[in-house]
T-cell receptor, first 114, second 110 residues
Framework: SAVISQKPSRDICQRGTSLTIQCQVD?????MFWYRQQPGQSLTLIAT?????????ESGFVIDKFPISRPNLTFSTLTVSNMSPEDSSIYLC???????????FGSGTRLTVV | QKEVEQDPGPLSVPEGAIVSLNCTYSNSAFQYFMWYRQYSRKGPELLMY????GNKEDGRFTAQVDKSSKYISLFIRDSQPSDSATYLCAMSRRSDKLIFGTGTRLQVFP
């Protein structure tokens, strides 16, 4: 199955600033997915990123707050903009696993906003 | 009503016990069912993937899907302290996003 490298693994940021999270996959994939996992909660899909087109955002998430880039078939970034303490979460990228079925996840970025 | 319901636990069992983890769902269109294991401070790790109804076994793990009852289960045999983690069920329709349960925290004590 695909191996996903995600960085940074963690960061502590000041409110009002922005953080860009990178996700690198070791194989070409059509769709990449970005999730948020708030403390003690399950995973919520933020958006789906297809190469060569605008990302598709889920209800409650907007491009101005979570801009996504997808410059090629192995890489994507998610930016958390104008951060507030409510943005403190784990952010994860995911791709579909055609060999195993299901979806593979990166190790996540643990973000704390102070 | 949530689309996927999962008992959050925590579930505490002795080493060697058989563990049963369950999820119920409301959307009959779900076709793909997954179980993930998530250790603290790590991303979810895919354990089992099942399409439609039936059973699937992999080592100490067995996944069951009963679409008629909208109920899925994960059984862990001979549980080990290393199985202590949060277990998440997830499911989707064809070519659609994953919907996750809230996760069940499992603690296996020696």
């Amino acid at each position: 199955s695909a191996v996903i490298s995600q960085k940074p693994s963690r960061d502590i940021c000041q409110r009002g600033t922005s953080l860009t999270i990178q996700c690198q996959v070791d194989s070409q994939v059509t769709m990449m997915f970005w999730y948020r996992q708030q403390p003690g909660q399950s995973l919520t899909l933020i958006a789906t990123a297809n190469q060569g087109s605008e990302a598709t955002y889920e209800s409650g998430f907007v491009i101005d707050k979570f801009p996504i880039s997808r410059p090629n078939l192995t890489f994507s970034t998610l930016t958390v903009s104008n951060m507030s303490p409510e943005d403190s979460s784990i952010y994860l990228c995911s791709v579909e696993s055609f060999t195993l079925g299901g979806y593979t996840f990166g190790s996540g970025t643990r973000l704390t906003v102070v | 009503q949530k689309e996927v319901e999962q008992d959050p636990g925590p579930l505490s069992v002795p080493e060697g016990a058989i563990v049963s983890l369950n999820c119920t769902y409301s959307n009959s269109a779900f076709q793909y069912f997954m179980w993930y294991r998530q250790y603290s401070r790590k991303g979810p790790e895919l354990l089992m993937y099942t399409y439609s109804s039936g059973n699937k076994e992999d080592g100490r793990f067995t996944a069951q899907v009963d679409k008629s009852s909208k109920y899925i289960s994960l059984f862990i045999r001979d549980s080990q302290p290393s199985d202590s983690a949060t277990y998440l069920c997830a499911m989707s329709r064809r070519s659609d996003k994953l919907i996750f349960g809230t996760g069940t925290r499992l603690q296996v004590f020696p």
